[in-house]
Structures are given as C-alpha cells and as structure tokens.
C-alpha cells in the first residue's frame, strides 16, 4: 500500500520525536528540534502535521491501533466469549503501544482523557470501534454506538492504570473489571433507552 505524503513524512517526524518525548513531553519545542533533526522543511511540517502536537499523537495511536488489529486478525477469537474478545482486543492494543509507553503517558496528561478535548473523544472512540469489531460486532442500531461508547469511557482509566507499569496479572484484573462495570451500566441503560428509540422508530 503506498502511503500518501503527508504520513511519510509524519512518520518520519514521529521516529525523531519519540526518543524525546520521555524527557522533554509533547512540547512544540521538542516537535520543532525533532523536525529539524528530521529535515522536515516548514512546508513539510505544516503538510505532515499541520496541527502540530496533536496530529503527532494521533499518529502514536493511530498506529498502535493498527499494530493491534493486525495482531487481532491473526488470532482465532471465534470460540471465545465476547467479553474475553473485548478484554483479548484491549490487552493487545496495549501491547502495540507498550515500546512508547512514556510517550503515551505523557499524551495521557496532554489530553488522552473522556472529559478533555475533541481529539481524546475522538481517539478512543476510533479505538473502542477497532477493538469491537475485531470481536466481531458488526451491529448498526443502538448497540453499535452504546457498546463503542461505554468502551471509550474506560479506555482512559485503563490506559492511566497500565502507564504505571502494574504486573500483567493485575492489569488483566484491573481491565476485566472495568470492562464488567461498563458491561453492567450498558445492560441498565438498554432496558430504559433501547425501548424509547424503538418505539420512537416505528412512529
């Protein structure tokens, strides 16, 4: 597949910034210095990334997200249980990102949180889509968007929880649980709203 200009050269700026990320942060001095190290001329910038730091941290997701799908494809999960399928998906988009894993907690405080900026909704519900249908879910009514949703709003504890580094029995525990809560909160709310919009559909 021919990648298209623009994440060429985001990548290539992407590799020069990582290293530094651990110790400088997503600042737009470090994006500057990394450019320059990069040789991306001002008009590359502005092409690669031209709104900066975010469009920086979209590409450290955007590709960990597809690391992740790629490693879901590859494993048989049609005899699993749909919850192990979600928990399976989240474990391995967190593996794709554990080789950046100060970087993503440096995002985290940028920004990566349900209650901050359009970019952070944006990117766990592009996330939380990923991972559902690589389980599987190929849904179009009120579960596809419920499901999605309630997956986004976790994805920040659970991303907060791994960046300190916890055993991998208790990060496993700590996503089975939070993937349970939400699995409760989405069971309640269908019985009240899933009713609504079907009777509000045959009007």
Known sequence: MTLPPSEILRRRWLTELLPEVAFEG???EAARAAAGRAGL???EQALAAPQGVVNLIDALFDAAEAE???ALA???LTAMRVPDKVKRGVLAWLAALEPNREAVRRAA???FLPWSAGPALQRTW???DMIWTAAGDASEDYNRYSKRGLLAAVLPAIVLYWADHPAPEDLEGFVSRRLA????IGQRAGRIVKPVLERF???
């Open 26 to 28: 997503w600042s737009e």
């Open 41 to 43: 001329s001002e008009g």
């Open 68 to 70: 992740a799908r790629a």
């Open 74 to 76: 590859a494993i048989d």
């Open 109 to 111: 405080s940028r920004g």
């Open 126 to 128: 592009k996330v939380a």
């Open 181 to 184: 809560n939400a699995s409760g």
């Open 201 to 203: 559909g045959k009007r």
